[in-house]
């Protein structure tokens, strides 16, 4: 998996917060035990989702009601919601993710080699400078990928075949593995 | 580097949309795929459920151990299936779960909701411009201690239990539990300068094998550091 390597425990990673959450039973590498990162990721992938939505209607808990304008034009409303949670959070880039802060100044740079480029080159109007804020988007998009390709392989849909496979490329061109490009 | 994959790919995906003609598209899309909930090409849902009854069956006779003989696996398979439809329905009405399930009884509501208390506290899309890297978890000791390497921490663990000494272990001074900052602070400054130390002790290539490593209170105290033991 793209977000779960062994070095990755930077600031806003996800296995700080699994840290954070005493969630001890998660391997320090996601090949030696894939089904609990995937459940791991998938809880993780709802909870940014709902932060996400919080911070997009300047909620303060879960428990807040939005402000809504007009309420005649709910759908409308709705939907301009949803235009700018997809632009604003979600980025599909198949970047290599920047290296993150780390908490402890621990000579990580002795050991770990510098980051690749980035498979396409990155808009600097866009991108935030922030590494957490970018983790952060790149970590809600590989997740709302993930339940599409959970959904396609549950209800058999035939119609998603080639647009996912489409993105997967970019995802095995991000993590260098070049069999399927 | 791999061509072959590559035209292997256009080739299907011609046959999908001009070469073949259209049923048979459809059919080649369609008919490759696990159908468990037996919408359009429904045939494998009886085919999966016997998947399913297969399972029991072989979960059935693995717990008959040595008592597997033909007379009583002909019993128990012949039971096994009601015997577990009726558990399940009673499982179902008493509102008892399922042990048997994936997730084993955990509350998934729960876990989304304490992943979120944690995020709305960090604030993960909040862009902070000024200064990189000053959003921080709520800072735990799990969190200091995951954020040094395990790799290296065991290292120190094994050498130290090589040679025989003690586990240096920290014990914060009265009131730094109340200020939190300070005491991740004093932490950081004693795993940092251990760590150091060990370093440079496996770069020296263990010329000094017999001295003892009982440096580090000296300097601790004079950083005004803790009492380590």
Known sequence: MVHWKKGMNGIGSLQNLAAVLNASNLPADSKKDVNRVEDFLQTVTEAYILTAFLELLEMDSFDAIPAIGDSSDLSGWVLGVLDRFLDTYVDFKFEESQSLPTPLIVKSHRHSPPSPPGFLDADPTKTPTDPVVHHARQTLSFGLFLMVVKKWTRKADGDLTVPIWKSLTGYFHAGGQTKYR | ?229
């Open chain 2, 1 to 229: 580097m791999s061509t072959t994959y590559r035209f292997e790919g256009i080739k299907l995906l011609s046959d999908l949309f001009f070469r073949l003609p259209r049923e048979t598209a459809y059919v080649v899309r369609w008919n490759r795929w696990a159908n468990d909930l037996g919408l359009k090409d429904s045939n494998k849902a009886l085919d999966l459920k016997m998947e399913q009854v297969n399972k029991i069956f072989q979960m059935v006779l693995r717990r008959l151990g040595p008592n597997i003989k033909q007379p009583t696996i002909l019993k128990y398979t012949g039971a096994a299936l009601g015997l577990h439809e009726i558990r399940e329905q009673f499982r179902e009405d008493v509102g008892l779960l399922n042990l048997h399930r994936r997730d084993k009884g955990q509350d998934r509501h729960s876990d989304v909701l304490k992943v979120l208390s944690e995020l709305l506290q960090f604030r993960p899309f909040a862009a902070d411009d000024s200064k990189a890297g000053s959003k921080k978890f709520k800072v735990t000791i799990n969190l200091l201690l995951s954020a040094v390497k395990r790799d290296t921490l065991n290292k120190a663990i094994k050498t130290n239990q090589a040679k025989q000494t003690r586990i240096t272990t920290f014990l914060a001074p009265e009131g730094a539990l109340d200020d939190v900052d300070s005491l991740t602070d004093i932490l950081e400054g004693a795993i940092l300068q251990e760590i150091d130390e060990q370093e440079e002790e496996e770069e020296e290539d263990n010329d000094d094998d017999d001295e003892p490593p009982a440096q580090s209170d000296e300097e601790d105290e004079d950083d005004g550091g803790l009492p380590m033991f």
